[in-house]
């Protein structure tokens, strides 16, 4: 809640996640990778939102350039980390492989957690490599994995 201040995040292959409440005057930012988003880095972001006078029913959030879910290439032992309910974020892959859509799971979590209004840029950081770097894209061919992105958000000074 402090004018002139930006927040950033880094990212590779993980969602940023921007949020914004205008009429308190607060921002957030979060860096929901799958544990991430799974451990609950969106709710904890909220939470520390409205305690500086946030409402969740007016916070607006942006979700970046992440791994898109057909980049996303997870084994079975991925999925048995997710609950029944998560099922509609994982998708058929190769034989004993899935899919899963990092994008549509944090939107998810964005839901429960009181936000209603949330942008997702559905760009794919792996798909892009003249725009993102990607550290699994990286991983996968065998280069250097020292590239990263940055979000920023901030309120006018």
């Given at each position: 809640n402090?004018?002139?201040?930006?927040?950033?995040?880094?990212?590779?292959?993980?969602?940023?996640?921007?949020?914004?409440?205008?009429n308190a005057g607060v921002i957030g930012a979060a860096h929901a990778g799958w544990r991430g988003a799974h451990g609950g880095v969106i709710e904890a972001t909220v939470a520390a939102m409205v305690s500086l006078g946030a409402n969740p029913e007016n916070i607006a959030a942006a979700i970046g350039p992440c791994i898109a879910q057909g980049s996303y290439e997870v084994d079975e032992g991925f999925r048995t980390q997710f609950s029944q309910g998560d099922e509609k974020f994982f998708?058929?892959?190769?034989?004993?492989?899935?899919?899963?859509?990092?994008?549509?799971?944090?939107?998810?979590?964005?839901?429960l957690a009181g936000v209603r209004e949330f942008t997702s840029l559905g760009i794919d950081t792996y798909s892009a490599p003249d725009r993102f770097f990607s550290f699994r894209r990286a991983t996968h061919r065998g280069e250097a994995n020292y590239g990263r992105q940055f979000s920023l958000i901030g309120l006018p000074a």
């Open positions: 402090t004018p002139g201040l930006l927040l950033s995040i880094v990212t590779a292959d993980c969602a940023p996640v921007l949020f914004a409440d205008h998708s058929a892959g190769r034989p004993g492989h899935l899919q899963f859509d990092l994008e549509a799971y944090v939107a998810s979590r964005l839901y």
